[in-house]
Nanobody
Framework: QVQLVESGGGLVQPGGSLRLSCAGS????????MGWYRQAPGKQRELVAA???????NYVDSVKDRFTISRDNAKNTVFLQMNSLKPEDTAVYYC???????????WGQGTQVTVSS
């Protein structure tokens, strides 16, 4: 069983930065692909960024060159550094852990990010 706890959300002005953290429990964290998703009101949840066990990363086009995903396996933690934030980045951000075998996904409870002046 894996439990994920996100932190670091809040209110920030356009152009500002936030760093989200997702702390995971359980074994074999380093073998999991980790992802950050977000869901804005009235919209579907979307993948923002992901990082594999081999540290390969991918990003949705709208956040490329602004967001960076990273992980610290020694601390069972994945991060999302968000720079140059825009109002359209406002959403609840969720962390997801993908166990490779047997295949199962785990989700955190979410953290609110609001970008507004």
């Amino acid at each position: 069983q894996v439990q994920l706890v996100e932190s670091g959300g809040g209110l920030v002005q356009p152009g500002g930065s936030l760093r989200l953290s997702c702390a995971g429990s359980g074994r074999d964290f380093s073998a999991y692909t980790m992802g950050w998703y977000r869901q804005a009101p009235g919209k579907q949840r979307e993948l923002v960024a992901a990082i594999t066990s081999g540290d390969s990363t991918n990003y949705v086009d709208s956040v490329k060159d602004r967001f960076t995903i990273s992980r610290d396996n020694a601390k069972n933690t994945v991060f999302l550094q968000m720079n140059s934030l825009k109002p359209e980045d406002t959403a609840v951000y969720y962390c997801k852990a993908e166990r490779p075998w047997p295949r199962r996904d785990y989700w955190g409870q979410g953290t609110q990010v609001t970008v507004s002046s």
